[in-house]
């Protein structure tokens, strides 16, 4: 039986529950009561659902046009399910602009990232920002300063988000700690590079500068070893710029 109040609508079973209200005052729906789940289902022209919400079995369930599953949350055991039998299940994350950032593949098994670098965030004592793109040296603490010596083999990596590359994945995030700075430490980044000592050509291993923050060809093979934090993928012949860099340590 069902009751119409101004802003109300109520509808009962044969013991006198309320199995179904809308409420337009606090734009609420309520579906079921105490023995009595509330489902939801909407059907198609050919009569079978498409959409299915079981209030008894806390399930959430979309069925493509064949009638198979491909959408299913199960709240009891707090599984997400996405796909079925003949329509692998993919899920796309856009950006603002309506890009795809990232992409996970059901038919493949692959999680495709847009971006270029895996960094790290590692805490820095350094007083101002630390510019994207500088190369990163260990220091006593642990943490990471800007590099200022040639050849050094503490070097750590490279600052990640500098030109247009973003890092795909950061490793070690901590949303409040504004002293942390991300590290590539794989992948492609631009690089802040000085050729004043030698031009940098493509496939050149590179190495930290006494130029603070910045990189340079790594012409001595010697003290490369252990020093080197990358291979140029530009060239860069004179003077200073940002180089992109696949971060390689070695």
């Not at 009962?12 to 105490?34: I, M, P, S």
């Amino acid at each position: 039986m069902a009751e119409r109040f101004e802003d109300r609508v109520d509808v009962v079973d044969d013991a006198g529950r309320e199995v179904f209200q809308f409420d337009a005052r606090f734009a609420v729906l309520d579906l079921g009561a105490a023995g009595n789940e509330g489902d939801l289902r909407i059907r198609g022209d050919d009569g079978e659902f498409t959409f299915h919400l079981d209030g008894g079995r806390q399930l959430f369930v979309i069925r493509d046009a064949a009638g198979r599953d491909v959408l299913k949350f199960d709240g009891t055991h707090a599984l997400l399910e996405i796909g079925a039998q003949g329509n692998e299940g993919d899920l796309f994350i856009r950006d603002n602009a309506g890009r795809i950032s990232i992409r996970m593949d059901g038919n493949s098994g692959d999680i495709v990232l847009s971006n270029a670098d895996c960094a790290e965030e590692f805490e820095t004592s350094a007083s101002d920002p630390v510019e994207p793109g500088s190369v990163m040296v260990l220091d006593e603490l642990g943490g990471v300063r800007v590099a200022t010596q040639a050849y050094d083999p503490r070097v750590a990596g490279i600052v990640a988000g500098a030109g247009d590359r973003r890092p795909g994945i950061v490793l070690g995030r901590r949303e409040d700690a504004a002293s942390r700075v991300p590290v590539a430490v794989a992948g492609t980044t631009f690089c802040k590079i000085d050729a004043s000592a030698a031009p940098v050509e493509v496939g050149d291993l590179l190495t930290s500068s006494g130029n603070a923050g910045h990189a340079m060809r790594a012409a001595d093979p010697l003290r490369a070893t252990g020093a080197v934090i990358g291979k140029a993928l530009r060239p860069l012949h004179r003077g200073t710029g940002l180089v992109p860099v696949l971060v390689a340590l070695a």
